[in-house]
């Protein structure tokens, strides 16, 4: 599996929300909202770029939602980004790379990914 690590910024993506990328990210989503300029409850659009702290981690315990191995039965309409946000800790490029995706990581047709 392909290693990331913590961006210096992120272009929002659909699905995505502060709490989403602080979960995927492990910092801490206060911290984010902050360097940001942001509030709890602001609403994010698609592109917009965030910076990421490059320090702290996620304080609420575990970063994990859904427990994975997975597979994830899609649904129309949804991304990549917005299915990697539903397990919390999952980055969306091991699902891109796990599944043989190409950009633009269109899901239409495929029914199910395999989540590492």
Same mark, same amino acid.
């Given at each position: ?9 992120? $272009? ?6 502060? %709490? ?8 801490? *989503? ?8 942001? %509030? ?12 990421? *702290?490059?320090?702290?981690?996620? +304080?609420? =315990? ?5 427990? !994975? +191995? ?5 649904? $129309? =309409?949804?991304?990549?980004?917005? /299915?990697?946000?539903? %397990? =919390?800790?999952?980055? *969306?490029? !091991? ?5 043989? &995706?190409?950009? +633009?990581?269109? &899901?239409?047709? /495929?029914?199910?990914?395999?989540? +590492?």
């Amino acid at each position: 599996m392909m290693a990331v690590t913590r961006p210096l910024t992120w $272009a929002v993506q659909g699905g995505e929300t502060v %709490y989403c990328l602080a979960r995927r990210f492990d910092v801490d *989503p206060g911290e984010m909202l902050a360097i940001n300029n942001l %509030y709890a409850g602001s609403m994010l659009s698609i592109g917009d770029v965030l910076d990421v *702290p490059q320090i702290g981690s996620w +304080p609420g =315990g575990e970063r994990e939602l859904l427990p !994975h +191995p997975d597979t994830w039965t899609v649904s $129309a =309409g949804e991304t990549v980004y917005q /299915i990697a946000c539903a %397990y =919390g800790d999952v980055w *969306p490029e !091991h699902i891109i790379q796990a599944n043989g &995706l190409q950009a +633009p990581y269109d &899901l239409t047709g /495929i029914q199910t990914l395999q989540i +590492p």
